[in-house]
Structures are given as C-alpha cells and as structure tokens.
C-alpha cells in the first residue's frame, strides 16, 4: 500500500529482456540503497514492483515487469536515462498525506495539454472513457504514481493541477504532449462502483 506522495525521482539505467518480461536496472541513491530490502515492495510510477537485487557499489537495484504488467502500463515504452517517480510501501506510523494507493494500475492515459497557470500546471489527459465512472470531481486520483485531485471531469477527458513542488520534485516536469502516464483510480471509488452493479 502507498499514498502517492513520491518521494524521489531515479533514472532507468539499464533494460534487460527475458522472454516476454523485462527486468529495469535502477540507478539510485546510496541511501536508498542502503535502506531498502530485497523482495521489498516500491512503487515505480504508479507501479508496485518487487526489489530483486541490489548493487552496492553501483548504487542501483533492479525490478521485472511480467508481461502482464508491460501491455497495461508505461512500462512497456520505458527506455535507458527515462526518469522515474518513485515510492516505498507505506509503514503504520507514515504521514497520510496522499490517498491510499495500491500500486495496481487500472489503465493509462496520454498527456494531451499543459497549461501554465502561472503559480501551478493543469494537465489534460485522455483516456479509456469506460473507466470514467470511478472519476469524481475533486476526488482523488493517481498519475504516475502522484496522489493528485481532479479538476476536469469529462468522459474520456480528466485534468489535474500540480503545485511547483510537485512539478520540480517528480517526472512531470519530462512529461511531453501525447507521453503515456499510468492512472490508478481511487480505490473506495472502484469498491462502490462494484456494489452499485450488484
């Protein structure tokens, strides 16, 4: 379980292909190297994935996408130098300061527009409108990883507004027009949408 509240921002330094999965070599911090265990769970853009290695002297640790995971996510475009927001497992004594976030990503979706607001960016993206029944205005919402709140609420058509902290402190300060970013919807969202169709 996370709360989307990213807390640094690594690079892909390698890719390796094993059949129909891939395994992403991540450079970090030495820190974080330090901190973290093997068979930890951390978020990688949204993206829970299990550390299977780690590399002391080269500061890095590495994590394989299933195919499964690839064909429903970003992970699947991911290339070596891409930047990548990153989030350790929520502990019981943590701050909530996000939503709760399971790491499971629903759909993704395509940047379409970014406006400068001068003082905060609303981002525009498109995606399946079959999921738009679990969007709710100013309800909580889940970007490559980043608890954020919806400002737009259109079948097919979302937007966000991020605050300058979160722009410079995440990858989506990279983001281009039509990039794929992963969307995890609100999960008390996704339960009641479950009820009301029984």
């Given at each position: 379980m996370f709360t989307g509240i990213v807390k640094q921002v690594f690079q892909v330094l390698k890719i390796i292909e094993n059949h129909k999965n891939k395994t992403f070599e991540i450079?970090?911090?030495?820190?974080?190297?330090?901190?973290?265990?093997?068979?930890?769970?951390?978020?990688?853009?949204?993206?829970?994935?299990?550390?299977?290695?780690k590399n002391l002297q080269q500061n890095s640790y590495t994590v394989t996408a299933i195919y499964e995971t690839l064909i429903k996510t970003s992970l699947q475009h991911w290339s070596v130098e891409k930047r990548v927001n990153i989030e350790r497992s929520l502990k019981l004594n943590d701050l909530m300061g996000g939503h709760f976030v399971q790491g499971h990503v629903d759909t993704t979706a395509v940047l379409k527009n970014i406006e400068n607001q001068e003082g905060s960016y609303q981002l525009f993206f498109e995606y399946p409108s079959e999921f738009h029944r679990y969007i709710v205005p100013k309800g909580s919402i889940c970007v490559n990883g980043v608890s954020l709140t919806v400002v737009l609420d259109k079948p097919g058509l979302f937007s966000v507004c991020v605050i300058p902290f979160t722009w410079e402190h995440t990858n989506f300060k990279h983001l281009k027009i039509n990039d794929l970013v992963n969307i995890e919807f609100d999960i008390i969202g996704k339960y009641l949408a479950k009820w009301n169709n029984q």
């Open positions: 450079l970090a911090d030495p820190f974080f190297i330090q901190e973290i265990q093997i068979d930890e769970s951390i978020a990688h853009d949204g993206v829970c994935l299990t550390v299977e290695s």
